[in-house]
């Protein structure tokens, strides 16, 4: 695992997409500061002295998995009251505090997997934050905790990611409409029931914003 390590550029998930053919198979990207940092569905992520890395693969594993638990494994090891909130938020206490931007790029069969973690140890406001926490030992503990999750097998990984979310069993409203929750797909869509029907959200889709906690 190399770790390559800058002061300021623009995004951590750009310089990997601009540059993946030089780099190895778990190469990390940190930076100090980020001038364009981006989170999903095109807004900007914001971080200011936080904790803002990107990982390469150069094989897919189920990284939409592996990374919230990974992340919220560390966080509670340090003793963070912190819970994976559907797709891939981490929250401290009820507030967001990292954020998961998995970006793919296909180069004919061969595939590179981008995975970008912003975790904020700055206070701001309406977010949480990481008080007290070295950023770089935050880094490497999740990277440890990472390579044993990409060991983990489809189930077990489900399993244990599950566990760690709250929006199972729970009700919710999708569409104006009334569902339990009762299982996820592997590719990580939900799988939603009522007495009428069974639907399947995809959090690719940004419309899976509309569904709430009841
Ligand atoms: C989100 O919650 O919308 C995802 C935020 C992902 C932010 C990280 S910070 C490191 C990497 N570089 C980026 O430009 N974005 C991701």
């Known amino acids: 695992m190399e770790i390559i390590e800058f002061d300021e550029i623009d995004s951590t998930n750009d310089y990997l997409k601009k540059y ?32 803002i890395f990107s990982i390469l693969f150069k094989k897919d594993s189920p990284h939409h998995l592996v990374a919230p638990l990974s992340i919220n494994h560390v966080l509670r090891k340090y003793g963070f009251n912190s819970c994976i909130k559907w797709p891939n938020d981490i929250l401290v206490d009820n507030k967001k505090v990292s954020g998961i931007l998995i970006e793919k790029v296909f180069v004919g069969k061969q595939i590179n997997v981008i995975v970008g973690i912003g975790i904020n140890i700055e206070k701001r406001h309406d977010y949480a934050y990481l008080n007290n926490i070295n950023p770089k030992e935050l880094l490497i503990e999740i990277l440890n905790v990472y390579k044993k999750y990409c060991e983990y097998d489809d189930e077990l990984l489900k399993k244990e990611y599950m566990c760690n979310c709250s929006i199972f069993n729970s009700n919710v409203s ?41």
């Not at 100090?32 to 971080?47: L, P, Y």
């Not at 999708?174 to 029907?197: C, H, Q, W």
């Not at 889709?205 to 906690?213: E, F, I, M, Q, R």
């Open 20 to 51: 993946y053919e030089k780099y190895n198979d778990f190469t990390v990207v940190r930076t100090i500061k980020q001038t364009h940092g981006r989170g999903r569905f095109d807004s900007v992520w914001e971080s200011k002295n936080d904790l």
């Open 174 to 214: 999708y569409d104006n409409t009334n569902y339990k929750v009762i299982d996820m797909l592997s590719n990580g869509e939900l799988i939603l029931e009522n007495d009428e029907k069974t639907i399947t959200v995809d959090f690719n889709k940004k419309d899976y914003k509309s569904l709430l906690n009841k």
